[in-house]
């Protein structure tokens, strides 16, 4: 059984930093590429950023050059490192396991970014 269990949200103000972690099971993690999306009130769910398994990156443009995202494979965790954090960010991240069956989503985290 897949499991996806993201941590470490919370409410900030703007301009400051948190860490989300997600913890996987019930996948070869090693081998899999792993991603962050968010939703926001009456928003679509948007990219955030992805990790493939060699740890190439990509990310959403709204969060370039403010959030890394890195991958801890003996630990099976992702993490997402946000920085600068504007009111905007705030919303509900999912941490998601793409494999080659179906996709896999955590239950996600709220962030709130304050004025």
């Known amino acids: 059984q897949v499991q996806l269990e993201e941590s470490g949200g919370g409410l900030v103000q703007a301009g400051g930093s948190l860490r989300l972690s997600c913890a996987a099971s019930g996948i070869i993690f090693r081998i899999n590429p792993m991603g962050w999306y968010r939703q926001a009130p009456g928003k679509q769910r948007e990219l955030v950023a992805t990790?493939?398994?060699?740890?190439?990156?990509n990310y959403g443009d709204s969060v370039k050059g403010r959030f890394t995202i890195s991958r801890d494979n003996a630990k099976n965790t992702v993490d997402l490192q946000m920085n600068s954090l504007k009111p905007e960010d705030t919303a509900v991240y999912y941490c998601n396991a793409p494999t080659g069956i179906r996709d896999y989503w955590g239950r996600g985290t709220q962030v709130t970014v304050s004025a």
């Open positions: 990790i493939t398994r060699g740890g190439s990156t």
